[in-house]
């Protein structure tokens, strides 16, 4: 009687529900919010609108991934997908000079919320350029509202 017992309650903790549900999270999204860099001392902010999908993901749950290459995993738990640390996109960007630099964004934590419909994504980490020659550290933080642009 023990026995079975035991392999009930076994069966109930590895059994259906333990695959977390991404159906609410996929999908193409008009993005809008900023990004803040801090570099020694000073911080800047820009604003940033893009498009965002978000996927299921082949290492996490989903990925949340640009036009540009650049995408993000994340493990989801009922409505918050968390990112997977130490992940590295490469990106290009326009100085205020104009000249085009090439940067590389470690994210080292971030979420992405879904409330009504809506996906609120904060993350944050490093990023590291050459400029002029010059290379730079920095931290950046991002903040987007994720607004469903496919049903």
């Known amino acids: 009687m ?4 035991v392999a009930l309650v076994g069966a109930l903790a590895v059994g259906p529900g333990c695959a977390p549900d991404i159906q609410p999270f996929l999908g193409t ?6 990004i803040t860099l801090s570099l020694f001392d000073s911080r800047a902010s820009q604003s940033r609108e893009e498009t965002l999908r978000i996927t299921e993901g082949l290492s ?3 990925a949340i991934s640009d036009g540009e290459g650049c995408a993000l995993p994340a493990k989801v738990q009922d409505t918050v997908a968390t990112l997977v640390p130490r992940t590295t996109c ?3 960007v326009t100085s205020p000079e104009g000249e ?4 590389d964004f470690v994210v080292t934590r971030g ?13 944050e980490g490093t990023v590291r350029a050459t400029y002029q020659g ?18």
């Open 29 to 34: 999204y008009d993005a809008s919010g900023q």
């Open 100 to 103: 085009t630099v090439t940067a």
């Open 134 to 151: 010059v290379p730079y550290s920095a931290r950046f933080s991002s903040t987007l509202n994720l607004v469903r642009a496919t049903p």
């Open 90 to 92: 490469r990106k290009t």
């Open 111 to 123: 979420t992405a919320t879904l409330l009504g419909g809506i996906i609120t994504l904060e993350y």
């Open 2 to 5: 023990n026995l079975r017992l």
């Open 60 to 62: 996490a749950d989903i």
